[in-house]
């Protein structure tokens, strides 16, 4: 059984910093790309950030140069360095097991459904 566990959400100061921790079991963890997505409320779901098992990262354009993807398949943990955070970025973050190693364009609008597992999100909300 997959099971993907979000921690690191809070309420943060706009300018402020988190770090996403995602803890995955119940697989071999270093050989399946895995995503970031956000949801804000009333909005989508869409991707912010990907890492193939090789090591290959991807960002969606609205958050290059501030988010941080990473992985540490030693302890089955993937994380989200989250720097300058905006109001903008106030939403439920959620991890993801894809379905295979590689990852698809994560700002693509249909990138989810490469996405088979998913955790129970942490929220992040951001005041101005």
């Known amino acids: 059984q997959v099971i993907l566990a979000e921690s690191g959400g809070g309420s943060v100061q706009a300018g402020g910093s988190l770090r996403l921790s995602c803890v995955a079991s119940?697989?071999?963890?270093?050989?399946?790309?895995m995503g970031w997505f956000r949801q804000a409320p009333g909005k989508e779901r869409w991707g912010v950030a990907s890492?193939?098992?090789?090591?290959?990262?991807d960002y969606a354009d609205s958050v290059k140069g501030r988010f941080t993807i990473s992985r540490d398949n030693a302890k089955n943990t993937l994380y989200l360095q989250i720097n300058d955070l905006k109001p903008e970025d106030t939403a439920w973050y959620y991890c993801?097991?894809?379905?295979?190693?590689?990852?698809?364009?994560?700002?693509?609008?249909?990138?989810?459904?490469?996405?088979?597992?998913w955790g129970q999100g942490t929220q992040v909300t951001v005041s101005s």
């Open positions: 890492i193939e098992s090789g090591g290959s990262i």
């Open positions: 119940g697989y071999s963890f270093s050989q399946f790309c």
């Open positions: 993801a097991k894809a379905r295979g190693h590689t990852c698809p364009i994560i700002g693509h609008p249909l990138a989810h459904t490469n996405f088979h597992d």
